[in-house]
């Protein structure tokens, strides 16, 4: 039997999206089948079983991550960490506000939320080189260690005002209101970055 990778598209589009809304242990096999009009054999021939497929949906979802924070290194390589930290938040919040990443971000949510056996591969894989990477950037501003635990402390400060531009009902609730523009992404990565180095030169000083 030759393997259609018509079908295995289908049932890795349909996976993310079902994955994602209800999680892992939400979803069965027999439904993920029927919603990508696919054999209920389909996912044991293609991925071995239910939780080989989840792994692949969620790989899929960490080399996302991984391409958006190269092309963040690549894009400041040889400037100044202030500039290196500007020029990673434009990339990241132009990435992360398209439509085309609603369905990763409810991914990887919902692994954080309730995680499986392949969480390690997103801290490890996923976060951890973007966290090195922006602790190397601080550690560089503050001209200090970067083991130093203010650093730690300042990369999860510019992070979490990153994720507040994700759109949710909370933040649209409370008038946050959320463009996937240029202009829009241009003036909240500077705000961001603006913010955030005049926070970390004043750490460094006390």
Known sequence: MTPDPRTRARLLKTAEELFGER????????????AARANVAAVNYHFGDKEGLYREV???AIDRMRATSDAAREEGRGRPPEEQLRRYLRIFLARVLSP???????????????????????????LRPRIEYLSGLVAAIMKCDRKDPRVLRCVGSIQSQAFT????????????????????????????????????RAIART
């Open 165 to 200: 531009y994700l759109k949710n009902p909370i933040a649209t609730r409370l008038g946050f209101i959320f463009k996937p523009t240029p202009e829009f992404v241009e003036q909240a990565a500077d705000h961001i970055a603006t913010f955030s180095i005049a926070g970390i």
């Open 23 to 34: 999680g892992f242990k939400k979803v069965t096999v027999r439904e993920i089948c029927r």
């Open 58 to 60: 969620l790989q899929s």
């Open 100 to 126: 085309e990443s609603v369905g990763v971000h409810r991914l990887i949510t919902r692994e954080v939320n309730d995680p499986t056996p392949a969480f390690d591969a997103l801290v490890e894989q996923g």
